[in-house]
């Protein structure tokens, strides 16, 4: 190998490894919502509705929650995520869904996030640790962040989803992410 090459490449694995430990000394996070921002979840959504539990009971979560067979991954979303986790972030999920039997589903990311919560009030867990943004699909997710402080990014969501409550991308003059539909 030519020294010059050498020399630029023990560069960049040095200013990779400072960054990474940076990163971890400084404990920092970045947040994901789940549905419509990680995982195009409709098909979740509409196996819970088929299996003819009452909509939003126990019953009917586990059968979403356990669907993610059905789901289909965000490309452009995943790969930012997955590129802050190889930059030293704790990537959490956190999803307003109830978590009967969501333990399936949590181990299903564990491969991309440290922590995945069930919890409807998002602003409580970004609050509790060093966020730099927030990452969501729903005005609320924007308001969640904006809340606790955390910089929001406006995931679009899919015009294939079920799903078309609380989408005004750009009303709180937040960042879009561009091709994350
Ligand atoms: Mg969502």
């Known amino acids: 190998m030519k020294k010059k090459v050498r020399i630029t490449l023990v560069s960049i694995v040095c200013i990779y490894l400072i960054t990474f430990a940076s990163v971890n000394i400084a404990d920092l996070k970045v947040g994901f919502d789940y549905d419509d921002t990680l995982s195009f979840s409709t098909p979740a959504f509409r196996a819970g509705k088929a299996s003819g539990e009452e909509p939003y009971s126990p019953g009917y979560w586990r059968v979403v929650n356990n669907s993610f067979n059905l789901e289909k991954k965000k490309l452009v979303p995943v790969t930012i995520a997955l ?23 949590q181990r299903h990311w564990r491969w991309l996030a440290k922590e995945f919560y069930f ?63």
């Open 119 to 181: 919890e409807r009030n998002k602003s409580e867990i970004l609050k509790r640790d060093r966020f730099v943004a927030f990452f969501g699909d729903s005005d609320s997710d924007i308001t969640a962040a904006l809340g606790a402080g955390v910089r929001p990014i406006r995931v679009k969501r899919s015009p294939k989803s079920d799903y078309k409550g609380k989408y005004h991308p750009g009303q709180y003059q937040e960042f879009i992410l561009p091709f994350s539909d």
């Open 83 to 105: 590129g802050y986790k190889i930059l030293g972030f704790d990537v959490v999920i956190i999803t307003a869904r109830e978590g009967y039997g969501g333990e399936g589903l």
